[in-house]
């Protein structure tokens, strides 16, 4: 009960309103033993559970429009989840059912019906690999040990901040020697298709574009940018039979992931407004199209509550003014 006044008291309704976003990426049956802080089905569970205790929770599209209108309830948040992974039906939607709550999902399209995320190949190459050391031949990353999973993840952490800001030609060349290093094939389907996407907006789901292949804005020609942006929201469109609204931007930071020059590409294409992965809160003076989130990842309820709860004083001065 405490929490939730404190919660009140910092997000109050109104012309005052301050509204709370929180993103997730995917949440996994059991722990993963090389990213055990990503959410499994038991602490998403625990989250959603604080969540519906603390906040009214209300679709994207209402909560922009109480935003702009003055009119959002106290303890306004919204959940929303990025890149498009299976799970996201087959795990969180029964969850967010159980409690009542709705969220936004942001799609990147180009991997829908058996596609695989850049990174996740990556992942699952050193994942599965038998090699006890790696040596990629991409600079600057040296050749490393990789027999645990300690070691495995120390590895892909180095290389994936390699291969990320990238040019997508030369990221996808990257991965095809990382993939040929490890001596593996890759398998696997962990992205949402089709039927699942309409699945998710016949239970009330929102659905927005996250590109189509998910590259950084930032290391794309402009022309490549806006065919990312234009035609992964097209694609989307024409499996849900209705306009996408919303955008979120691929890794969401700005300078090293967008420019103002993908801000204005946005809002020149007609969505409603844009998401980043930018620490804050929203109000009626925050730019529709640099909307902040926020996700604690504590385990405890108490610090977790306490984290959002700090959310809320967090200037979030990090979006292109």
């Known amino acids: 009960?405490?929490?939730?006044?404190?919660?009140?008291?910092?997000?109050?309704?109104?012309?005052?309103?301050?509204?709370?976003?929180?993103?997730?990426?995917?949440?996994?049956?059991?722990?993963?033993?090389?990213?055990?802080?990503?959410?499994?089905?038991?602490?998403?569970?625990?989250?959603?559970?604080?969540?519906?205790?603390?906040?009214?929770?209300?679709?994207?599209?209402?909560?922009?429009?109480?935003?702009?209108?003055?009119?959002?309830?106290?303890?306004?948040?919204?959940?929303?989840?990025?890149?498009?992974?299976?799970?996201?039906?087959?795990?969180?939607?029964?969850?967010?059912?159980?409690?009542?709550?709705?969220?936004?999902?942001?799609?990147?399209?180009?991997?829908?019906?058996?596609?695989?995320?850049?990174?996740?190949?990556?992942?699952?190459?050193?994942?599965?690999?038998?090699?006890?050391?790696?040596?990629?031949?991409?600079?600057?990353?040296?050749?490393?040990?990789?027999?645990?999973d300690r070691e495995k993840r120390a590895f892909l952490e180095r290389l994936i901040l390699t291969v990320k800001y990238l040019p997508p030609r030369a990221r996808g060349k990257a991965i095809a020697r990382v993939v040929d290093a490890c001596g593996v094939e890759l398998a696997g389907n962990p992205m949402l298709d089709t039927a699942q996407v309409r699945e998710l907006r016949a239970a009330g789901m929102q659905i927005g574009a996250h590109t189509l292949e998910h590259p950084l804005l930032a290391v794309c020609t402009d022309a490549e940018a806006e065919a990312e942006i234009a035609t992964g929201r097209e694609r989307l469109e024409a499996v849900l039979g209705e306009r996408v609204r919303f955008f979120a931007y691929p890794n969401g930071k700005p300078g090293a992931d967008y420019t103002r020059r993908h801000v204005e590409m946005v809002r020149r294409m007609g969505f409603d407004a844009a998401l980043t992965t930018c620490r804050g809160v929203n109000t009626r003076r925050t730019d529709p199209y640099q909307l902040l989130r926020f996700t604690p990842w504590d385990r405890s309820r108490g610090r977790f509550g306490l984290r959002m709860l700090g959310n809320f004083f967090h200037p979030g001065g990090e979006v292109f003014r």
């Not at 301050?18 to 090389?34: E, K, M, N, T």
């Not at 799970?87 to 969180?92: F, G, I, Q, V």
């Not at 006890?132 to 031949?137: C, D, P, S």
Request: charged content about 25%; overall charge positive; glycine content about 8%.
């Open 1 to 148: 009960m405490l929490l939730k006044h404190a919660m009140g008291l910092a997000s109050p309704g109104g012309r005052d309103g301050r509204l709370s976003i929180l993103f997730f990426h995917r949440v996994r049956a059991v722990a993963d033993p090389l990213f055990p802080e990503e959410p499994d089905l038991a602490r998403f569970s625990a989250w959603m559970r604080w969540i519906a205790e603390w906040f009214r929770v209300l679709p994207l599209d209402r909560a922009m429009a109480d935003l702009r209108a003055g009119t959002l309830p106290a303890r306004a948040a919204v959940l929303t989840f990025d890149d498009g992974y299976a799970d996201a039906c087959t795990l969180a939607l029964p969850v967010l059912r159980r409690h009542g709550l709705s969220a936004a999902f942001f799609v990147a399209s180009g991997f829908l019906d058996g596609g695989q995320m850049w990174n996740d190949k990556l992942i699952e190459a050193v994942r599965r690999t038998r090699r006890e050391w790696l040596e990629t031949g991409l600079a600057p990353l040296p050749a490393a040990p990789v027999r645990t």
